[in-house]
């Protein structure tokens, strides 16, 4: 049940959970830059370079996990909610 509560916190917050998720990722990406926190000596691609790119790669993979979900959802596993009282 606090996951429930947890989640129900994040929706009435939905403002606020957004601006501190974002933040996040924005401390993410100046971390990544600062060469003495991430060694990139053995990165395999030219990208992995870029300072951030695993911060915004992982950002966009989970936003587009999300808004997949939802169309995924939405196309036929969703159901009404007294589905199972009946």
Same mark, same amino acid.
Do not use: Q
């Given at each position: 049940?606090? !996951? &429930?509560?947890? /989640?129900?916190f ?7 959970? =957004?601006?501190?998720? &974002? *933040?996040?990722?924005?401390?993410l990406? /100046? *971390?990544?830059? /600062?060469?003495? !926190?991430?060694? %990139?000596h053995? *990165?395999?691609? %030219?990208?992995? $370079? ?6 915004v790669?992982?950002? &966009?993979?989970? =936003?587009?996990?999300? /808004?997949?979900? %939802?169309?995924?959802? $939405?196309a036929g596993?969703?159901?009404r909610?007294?589905?199972?009282? %009946?």
């Open positions: 049940m606090k !996951l &429930l509560s947890l /989640i129900e994040f929706r009435r917050n939905l403002r606020t959970t =957004v601006k501190v998720c &974002l *933040a996040v990722l924005v401390l990406v /100046i *971390a990544d830059a /600062i060469p003495a !926190l991430v060694d %990139k053995h *990165a395999h691609t %030219k990208v992995e $370079h870029l300072p951030g790119f695993w911060s790669f992982g950002f &966009l993979a989970c =936003v587009l996990i999300v /808004i997949a979900s %939802k169309a995924f959802g $939405h596993i969703m159901t909610e007294d589905y199972y009282d %009946k």
